[in-house]
């Protein structure tokens, strides 16, 4: 016989309870834990403008961020060229992406292994315009070339986007205000699942779950936003 469980006034609204765990236990918990993590991230990107300006944006500050770790290399270590425009070198980038990596496959095996083929293409392409910058890159000579500026403005103009999506879109602060390590972390991973749920049809049980959490979280800031 299965028993509906029971809210108490402490609890609050029915709508903010998991009903999977009503007493908020699960097997898993903290960062391993992915439908929270999603939840979590998603609560502060429920709409459809907000999420496409960060599926532009988030991408563009991980390839940026890379562009700049690939000045921290390891020493007297050469730089493989696949292919245009696709270069390896052992550096802080790679140490970025392979951590990045792990956590993403500690939460969920398989959806991790999905993220690997396009963070490893943001990471080659990264590398390579470190190592050769292209000749339009701006303050970039051929005395000197340099893709360090060109890194700096897309990293800069990316998070002006994002933050331009929150404000116009989602009217809610972003999540780096209540959790600034896990909303970096988490945003890459975020945007990829965001795109297999709705593309590809991945995981349709763990899409619903989050999002119906994410709803009943909006639900709960947009009433506490009324009644200050």
């Known amino acids: 016989m299965s028993v509906t469980p029971r809210k108490t006034r402490s609890q609050g609204p029915a709508e903010d309870i998991d009903l999977d765990h009503p007493n908020g236990h ?3 918990s903290g960062w391993l834990n992915l439908e929270n993590e999603l939840t979590f991230y998603g609560s502060y990107h429920s709409t459809w403008g907000n999420k496409l300006i960060h599926f532009i944006c988030i991408p563009l500050i991980v390839w940026s961020t890379l562009v700049l770790l690939s ?7 050469l730089t493989y060229v696949i292919a245009r425009p696709l270069a390896y070198q052992p550096s802080l980038a790679l140490v970025f992406v392979v951590t990045y990596q792990l956590y993403y496959i500690a939460l969920d095996a398989f ?5 690997l083929p396009w963070m490893s293409l943001v990471y080659l392409t990264a590398t390579y315009t470190y190592h050769f910058p292209p000749s339009w890159a701006p303050f970039s000579t051929a005395a ?5 500026p060109l890194a700096w403005i897309v990293f800069t103009s990316a998070w002006i986007g994002q933050f ?3 404000g ?3 009217r809610r602060a972003p999540a780096l205000k209540d959790n600034l390590v896990q ?3 988490t945003a890459p991973f975020f945007v990829h699942l965001e795109f297999m749920f709705e593309v590809f049809g991945v995981r349709p049980d763990l899409a619903k779950r ?4 994410v709803g009943a979280r909006v639900r709960a800031f947009q009433r506490s936003v009324k009644k200050e």
Do not use: M, Q, Y
């Not at 959806?111 to 993220?115: E, I, V, Y």
């Not at 000197?144 to 360090?148: E, G, I, K, S």
């Not at 989050?210 to 959490?213: A, E, G």
């Open 144 to 148: 000197h070339p340099t893709a360090v």
């Open 183 to 185: 909303a970096i972390v």
């Open 71 to 77: 000045a921290w290399s390891l020493p007297n270590s």
């Open 164 to 166: 331009i999506g929150h």
């Open 111 to 115: 959806l991790g292994l999905t993220c």
């Open 168 to 170: 116009v879109f989602e």
């Open 26 to 28: 699960d097997e898993k």
């Open 210 to 213: 989050v999002k119906h959490r």
